[in-house]
């Protein structure tokens, strides 16, 4: 998905070097379509949200990219990878930024289980950056979060009112990282296993 979101950034005007990447992701894509998302059965529904960055992490505009996923117990039932519409001026303003979005993916899926009369209390959004945590859990604005638009500030008071919370996960266990950068092999695998990716038979 990061791989076809970076691509998709150059339609416009599209060089060699684009078309070989979408070469490699069309291979990518022919050597895994044995792969597919699996969908136990079961009873208890507890949902938890992956946010992740990558900080100015396009080479042309120097924007960040934010990437969600959503699990209901261990399913993934959400995800998506956007860049940011603004430029960011530290990581912690970005990962608060994508941890906003997180924020507002977990209140939609709270509304949307409510018409099932499932009622959630507290959304968990794991997050691997403690400025952005402690950001979020303070209500006091200093000069370092002051050029933070106020619509990001969503996200603090929806901590308050108890709707979500925010936890530390490792970069490591960060799944989300599969969304926002480009991995090595190992770590790619290691995080498609945790998106829920596996063979049929396995």
């Known amino acids: 998905m990061f791989s076809v979101c970076l691509c998709a950034r150059f339609q416009e005007a599209p060089k060699t070097s684009h078309l070989e990447e979408v070469k490699r992701i069309f291979r990518y894509i022919k050597g895994t379509s044995h792969l597919g998302l699996w969908y136990p059965k079961g009873t208890g529904v507890v949902t938890i949200v992956y946010a992740d960055f990558d900080h100015a992490g396009d080479y042309v505009?120097?924007?960040s990219t934010s990437g969600?996923?959503?699990?209901?117990?261990?399913?993934?039932?959400s995800w998506f990878s956007k860049k940011q519409t603004a430029l960011a001026i530290s990581t912690t303003?970005?990962?608060y930024v994508s941890a906003r979005k997180a924020c507002q993916q977990a209140l939609w899926i709270k509304q949307a289980l409510v018409d099932y009369d499932i009622n959630?209390?507290?959304?968990?959004?794991?997050?691997?950056?403690?400025?952005?945590?402690d950001l979020s859990k303070n209500p006091v604005l200093h000069s370092r979060t002051k050029h933070i638009e106020i619509r990001h500030h969503f996200l603090?008071?929806?901590?308050?009112?108890?709707n979500i919370s925010i936890e530390k996960v490792s970069f490591e266990d960060n799944i989300a990282d599969?969304?926002?950068k480009p991995l090595k092999r190992e770590s790619f695998n290691l995080l498609r296993l945790g998106l829920g990716l596996?063979?049929?038979n396995a």
């Open 61 to 63: 505009d120097r924007k």
């Open 68 to 77: 969600v996923c959503t699990f209901s117990r261990c399913c993934l039932i």
């Open 93 to 95: 303003e970005t990962k």
């Open 120 to 133: 959630l209390d507290d959304i968990p959004v794991l997050c691997d950056n403690k400025g952005a945590i």
């Open 156 to 162: 603090r008071d929806n901590v308050q009112k108890g």
């Open 178 to 180: 599969i969304l926002t």
């Open 198 to 200: 596996m063979e049929p």
